[in-house]
Each structure stands twice: as structure tokens, then as C-alpha cells.
């Protein structure tokens, strides 16, 4: 900043906020009650090849695509980011990033711990990376069966791997412990608020 500036115009601008956590521990509520309170946010749109969900809507929860065009993207190297996640491709496009940053918003971004891994090693990238965990792995448990409709098999399968992402949270910037959701998200707000204000 010049000293002609006025100081009213600080802001950090273009940052990704990255939200990582195990699936069930409620990212998407949270993410839903932060992002509809700051318009300066924009949800991350990403590209899978798993099969949409009765409730979702095409170009708002996902772009939903074949193996062929993904793989095609991926040579192609549209992707900023992309993983492998129970037999399916994600990833987040650059086309989708430009077009958030083109609105001057910061994308906001729901990816696993692979793909923030890959986003933290890019200099291009300037991000906060938000572990959402939590409160305890049983907490976790009970919350994916409430859930229903996961076999004992895949229930397994999900332990085991949200095991292994709690075990890179040193990784992170900032923990989260979604035990209450008004304090969570009040968490969440924190951080965003913190990070637009640094220097
Ligand atoms: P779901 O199929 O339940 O919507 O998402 C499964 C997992 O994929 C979640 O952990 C979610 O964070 C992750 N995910 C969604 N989009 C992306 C993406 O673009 N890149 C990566 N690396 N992970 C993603």
C-alpha cells in the first residue's frame, strides 16, 4: 500500500478458503449458513464423474460428467486440483476459479485432503486450508448412521478413511470441531474474517 491510499481499501482479495473434512461431519450445512451470509464468498464448482443424487441440481452442487471427459480434461490440464475419492473423479476447473475471481468474489472450496495437498504445493494459489473435524470419531460414526443408507461394508470403508484424514490435520491452518453448529459456523466467519484482514 502506497501512503496516497486510503487505508478503507485494505483487503486481501481472491483468497481460496478451503474447507477438508470426513464425510458426515456436516461441511455442507456449515458451508451453507457461511456462504449464504457473505456475499463476497463463492462456492467452488466442481467437476465428478459420480452419479448425481436425487436433490441435486447440475451446475450447482457438481458438473456432472463421464470418465471420457474428465480424463480428457485432466490431460488437458483444465484442473487445478483433482482426486480419486471412492472410485470416482473431482476436481475443481480453472475455468471455474477465473470465473470467480473475474466477479472479484473468493472461491470457496469443499475438497478432500488429497486435493488441498495438491492446491498448497501451488504457488499460484494463495489459500487458507480449514480442517472441519468431529468431536470425537464414535460422534462421527453415529452421525453417518442417523444418516442410513450406508452398509456395514462402506461403513467400514468410511471409518477407515476419515481415520486417516483426522491423522493429517497438522497439516492445516485451522481446526474446526463441528459440535455445535451455530459455534462452528461462528468459527468458520472467524476465520474468514481474520484472514481478509491480514497484511
Ligand atoms: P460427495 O460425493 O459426498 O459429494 O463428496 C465426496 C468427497 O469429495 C468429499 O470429501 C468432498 O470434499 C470431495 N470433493 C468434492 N469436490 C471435490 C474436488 O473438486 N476435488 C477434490 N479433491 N475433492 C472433492
Known amino acids: 500500500m502506497s501512503q496516497n491510499d486510503s487505508y478503507e481499501e485494505h483487503r486481501r482479495s481472491g483468497i481460496f478458503f478451503v474447507i477438508t473434512g470426513p464425510s458426515g461431519v456436516g461441511k455442507t450445512t456449515i458451508m451453507d449458513h457461511t456462504l449464504g451470509s457473505d456475499g463476497r464468498l463463492a462456492y467452488s464448482v466442481s467437476h465428478t464423474t459420480r452419479d ?3 436433490d441435486e441440481v447440475e451446475g450447482e452442487d457438481y458438473y456432472f460428467v463421464d470418465r471420457e471427459v474428465f480424463e480428457r480434461f485432466r490431460k488437458e490440464d483444465k484442473f487445478l486440483e483433482w482426486a480419486e475419492i471412492y472410485g470416482d473423479y473431482y476436481g475443481t476447473s480453472r475455468k471455474e476459479i477465473d470465473r470467480i475471481k473475474s466477479e472479484g468474489r473468493d472461491p470457496f472450496l469443499d475438497i478432500d485432503v488429497q486435493g488441498a495437498e495438491q492446491l498448497r504445493a501451488d504457488p499460484s494459489v494463495d489459500a487458507v486450508f480449514v480442517f472441519l473435524a468431529p468431536p470425537s470419531l ?7 448412521v442417523d444418516r442410513g443408507a450406508e452398509s456395514p461394508e462402506t461403513m467400514e470403508r468410511r ?12 497439516e492445516f491452518d485451522y481446526l474446526i470441531v463441528n459440535k455445535k453448529l451455530k459455534r462452528a459456523v461462528g468459527d468458520l466467519r472467524a476465520v474468514i474474517r481474520a484472514e481478509r484482514l491480514k497484511v
Open 52 to 54: 448425481k443424487r436425487p
Open 138 to 144: 464414535e460422534e462421527l460414526e453415529r452421525r453417518i
Open 159 to 170: 471409518m477407515e478413511v476419515a481415520q486417516k484424514e483426522l491423522s493429517r490435520i497438522p
